[in-house]
């Protein structure tokens, strides 16, 4: 155990200087959020009440921050491509150090990144109006944070699969454009008619948003906030199983 968390912690202090040598990427991630609240958020203050608050921000940026959460995490997968090509996957490869630490140490710094950029995210927004749950604000972020670790775990075992840009980001978007439109991100599904709402229904992500928004409100006991940490809790699980299982089939 003192091994792993010794190796993991190695890992992570890596993975972090890299991303500090070189924060473009981690400004540009959050310039299409920071978009949304700036520019698309003020269109919905006149329909703030069909939106199911009283503040429109309080129902858009819970689902921004989750959309954060996807698009920041499922793209860093390309970064380990780069790696893979320099021979640094190789190296560590032949390393003694658990492969679990290779995958660990590195969700780590993405899931630091992804709660540093869901702060910076709800304070731009305060000064349009956002009204939220202190609590419920910190528990989103966390929520998020939970979340966006299984996607990056799943988006390096994806890249170290596939081994290309060429092939990693057309998946990407393919998967990640119904998924944003079916999760209510943007607007609630309560406006969908019958038939979306209900192909919604199956995709986790939208009982994830939901929760978020019962967060913000303030509504700890609602059944959204039960549903969404259920969700995220099994991605989660679902995310190390496999991150770590593909890392060791590539090393094996």
């Known amino acids: ?92 490869r032949v390393s003694p150090a658990p492969r679990a630490a290779l995958l660990l140490g590195r969700v780590l710094r993405d899931v630091l990144v992804l ?28 929520l998020v944070a939970v979340l966006g670790g299984s996607l990056a775990a799943v988006s390096y075992a994806l890249a170290l699969t596939l081994k290309s840009e060429d092939a990693f980001a057309p998946l990407l978007n393919t998967v990640l454009f119904p998924v944003v439109l079916l999760s209510g991100i943007l607007l609630p599904m309560t406006l969908a008619p019958g038939w979306l ?7 986790p992500f939208s009982h994830i948003v939901d929760g978020a928004r019962s967060l913000f409100a303030g509504d700890f006991g609602a059944p959204d906030v039960g549903w969404g940490a259920l969700f995220t809790v099994l991605l989660a699980g679902l995310g190390a199983w496999y991150g770590t299982s593909q890392f060791r089939k590539e090393s094996g």
């Open 197 to 203: 709402q209900a192909v919604s229904d199956v995709v």
């Open 115 to 142: 709660a540093v950029q869901g702060v910076v995210l709800v304070l731009v927004a305060v000064p349009f109006g956002l009204d939220a749950s202190v609590g419920g604000v910190v528990l989103t972020i966390l």
């Open 1 to 92: 155990m003192s091994t792993m968390v010794r190796d993991t912690g190695t890992v992570f202090v890596r993975a972090l200087r890299t991303s500090l040598r070189n924060p473009a990427w981690l400004v540009i991630s959050l310039m299409q959020p920071v978009l949304y609240i700036v520019l698309f958020g003020p269109l919905l203050e006149p329909i703030a009440g069909q939106l199911g608050g009283a503040n429109a921000y309080q129902v858009f940026v819970p689902g921004i921050l989750v959309q954060l959460g996807l698009f920041g995490s499922a793209f860093v997968g390309f970064s380990l491509i780069a790696e893979y090509r320099a021979g640094v996957i190789e190296s560590q």
